[in-house]
């Protein structure tokens, strides 16, 4: 059987041999086209596979940029802080570390236990923002489950003095209020990442790819000047306190850069804990809110007629006995003066029949345009969340009535910020100048409103105010000439006036000379029986004047002689 | 030919050993680098910490009460003061 075997040879079929050929061929192709495909086609997704076993992409924090004063000191700063979270299925430990734990988080034992006991959630916040020490103290616990991460939390070293003005951020650092709103793009800083292997333990054993870098935030520099904001509230409280009034603001404006050199609005609150806050603490009374002036809107009535040349300072306007009668409405005036005053004495002594006699001379589509380029029913455009644009109304829907109130400011709403804009026309010689909350250094250029000739008049006016005789000689201070102007408004409440509800306020400039200071003060609702805006808003201003004067070395303009002060109630009083 | 093989296995052999040498010294380098990054970032902390702290010394409420209480001092008279302007060609 054997050598039958191996004598004749089996000569096999060719095609099996081939068969085998092909399959075996087969199968090499198909090993090499999945290697191509696993290789070349799908590399990328199975190296970023293989890469998310060991390799973990860190987030890079950038620094929020620092609000500064105009002197370089901080009013905003971002400082790193703490926050600890928790796996809760792998916290381990024991009660006693759970109370030092709480003890040191600052978080209620029954709250801890509550947060820790929902074991299906992978992440829950024990506490956030804590100081670094804390955070240290709670590292060392070595507890397993526990974990840290860094964030950044806001601190406004200025406190309540600069609330309004600079706003604040939320827990995760954006802008919610104020500069820190307005300017979110130029402060926040952009986040980066890096791709980073980690080992077993999640240290970083090698930095692969730095994906984006991180980018800080820019620093803000303000052209408020932190002395002369803390003068400017420290005597706007006192003057709160002193007449029992409910709230109040008070602005400082340099008059050659356009610069808000002050913006206090009070009550305020603290930013750094804003736990209780009231809509009234965080009102922006001097930006955001508008109110029927009064008196401190006659100068510009006053500066149309001159520059129509319908009267000069020393024309006499008759304002007799009697009130003045338009319509069914009546104007009175507390001092009636026989004889008539002239224009430069119903600014001193603020008469509303004079002004509204001056103001019925005039076309309304005119005192609608001095209005209007005074920049009242207009916001102003410093870029600053919720400006106030008041309210003017067009011209064709004044009746005559309304036409003369408006010459001493009822019938029309401005914030205090846009009253004190309008009143650099009459420092900078005839020019309006536009205002800015940043550092500015240089001199901004202004728009020409009325001539400098009618400026200067009206500004010798406005000094005259100031003097005894005037409505506000409490303005005054030793060293400086000022000139202002007083405004006393009842308030609007429902609809009508409120017959025992004022707002006072007082509008000068400093020194009278060359003016380089305008200042505003409003005060909302005193109530110590005093509410002339002459008693009441006027002291404020001298207080402000004087010491921002002093601050910023303007040379003297008036001998230094102590100013006497009026006895009780010599101003002349007004009614608006 | 063996020879070549040979120098060959020598140049392999000293490029093995310099991987691994710089290798090594790269997570070194590595490690210190996060030790330094680890510094700047506690330095950053205290920055923080000095920054608040100098503003919150540097209140101008606080100074006012230091200046006029403990050490006694008050604004000059305006009369004393003598305000020199500054010989500019302007």
């Given amino acids: 059987m054997s050598a039958v075997a191996t004598s004749s040879i089996v000569r096999l079929p060719v095609w099996r041999a081939r068969a085998v050929m092909a399959a075996l061929l087969a199968a090499f192709a198909v090993l090499a086209g999945r290697s191509v495909y696993l290789q070349a086609l799908h590399t990328d997704f199975l190296q970023g596979k293989g890469e998310a076993r060991y390799s973990r992409v860190l987030e890079i924090p950038g620094t929020r940029g620092r609000i500064l004063d105009r002197n370089g000191e901080a009013l905003a700063i971002s400082t790193p802080v703490q926050s600890v979270w928790a796996i809760p299925g792998d916290v381990e430990a024991s009660p006693a570390q759970l109370r030092k734990l709480g003890a040191l988080l600052g978080v209620e034992p029954r709250e801890l236990k509550k947060k820790l006991g929902d074991i299906s959630r992978d992440f829950v916040y024990l506490k956030r923002q804590i100081a670094p020490e804390q955070a240290e103290q709670v590292a060392r616990l070595g507890l397993a489950g526990i974990y840290q991460h860094r964030e950044f939390r806001r601190y406004y070293p200025g406190g309540e003095l600069t609330a309004h003005l600079v706003g604040f951020t939320g827990v995760d650092e954006a802008g919610q209020e104020g500069i820190e709103l307005a300017h979110q793009a130029t402060l926040g800083g952009v986040p980066g990442s890096r791709r980073v292997i980690k080992d077993r333990l999640g240290h970083v054993v090698e930095d692969i790819e730095s994906i984006r870098a991180a980018q800080d935030g820019k620093d803000l520099q303000l052209a408020i000047d932190g002395k002369i904001q803390s003068l400017a509230y420290g005597a706007l409280k006192a003057a709160l306190v002193g007449h029992r009034a409910k709230a109040g603001a008070a602005v400082v404006i340099d008059v050659r850069s356009g610069e808000v050199l002050a913006l206090v609005n009070l009550p305020t609150f603290n930013p750094n804990n804003r736990a209780r806050l009231s809509g009234e603490q965080l009102r922006n009374r001097a930006l955001t809110d508008s109110f029927e002036p009064g008196s401190t809107l006659k100068p510009f009535t006053v500066a149309l007629a001159l520059e129509e040349g319908k009267v000069t300072p020393r024309t006499v306007v008759s304002v007799g006995r009697d009130p003045l009668r338009i319509a069914s409405y009546t104007i009175h005036d507390p001092h009636p003066e026989p004889g008539g005053i002239s224009v430069a004495q119903v600014i001193q002594r603020s008469s509303n029949v004079g002004a509204a006699k001056i103001a019925l001379a005039l076309p309304r589509e005119d005192m609608w345009d001095m209005f209007n380029r005074a920049g009242f029913g207009a916001a102003p455009q410093l870029g600053f969340p919720g400006e106030a644009s008041g309210k003017l109304r067009p011209a064709r829907s004044w009746r005559p009535v309304e036409q003369a109130t408006m010459a001493y400011g009822h019938g029309i709403s401005v914030s205090l910020l846009q009253l004190a804009r309008a009143y650099t026309m009459f420092a900078r010689d005839g020019e309006i100048v536009p205002l800015t909350l940043l550092k500015a250094d240089a001199p901004a250029a202004g728009t020409r409103v009325i001539s400098a000739q009618t400026a200067r008049e009206v500004r010798a006016m406005l000094e005259l105010a100031v003097q005894p005789g005037g409505t506000a000689p409490r303005a005054r201070i030793m060293g400086w000439r000022v000139a202002g102007k007083t405004g006393t408004a009842h308030k609007q409440e429902n609809g009508g006036y409120a017959p025992d509800k004022y707002i006072s306020s007082f509008v000068g400039l400093a020194p009278a000379s060359a003016p380089r200071l305008v200042i505003a003060v409003m005060i909302d609702e005193p109530s110590d029986g005093k509410y002339y805006g002459g008693v009441v808003a006027a002291p404020v201003f001298a207080q402000v004047a004087q010491g921002a004067l002093r601050l910023l070395n303007v040379p003297h303009d008036a001998p230094l002689e102590p100013v006497p002060l009026p006895g009780e109630g010599e101003e002349a009083k007004e009614s608006t | ?90």
């Fill in chain 2, 1 to 90: 030919m063996a020879k070549l093989n040979l120098l060959l296995l020598l140049v392999l052999i000293v490029c093995a050993l310099g991987l691994v040498t710089s290798q090594h010294k790269a997570r070194k380098l590595f490690s210190e680098l996060e030790r330094e990054q680890a510094r700047a970032r506690e330095l950053d902390v205290e920055y923080g910490k000095l920054q608040l702290e100098a503003s919150t010394w540097g209140l101008h409420a606080r100074i006012e009460k230091v200046a006029t209480g403990t050490l006694g001092m008050r604004t000059p008279d305006p009369r004393r003061v003598r305000i020199v302007e500054r010989e500019a060609a302007q």
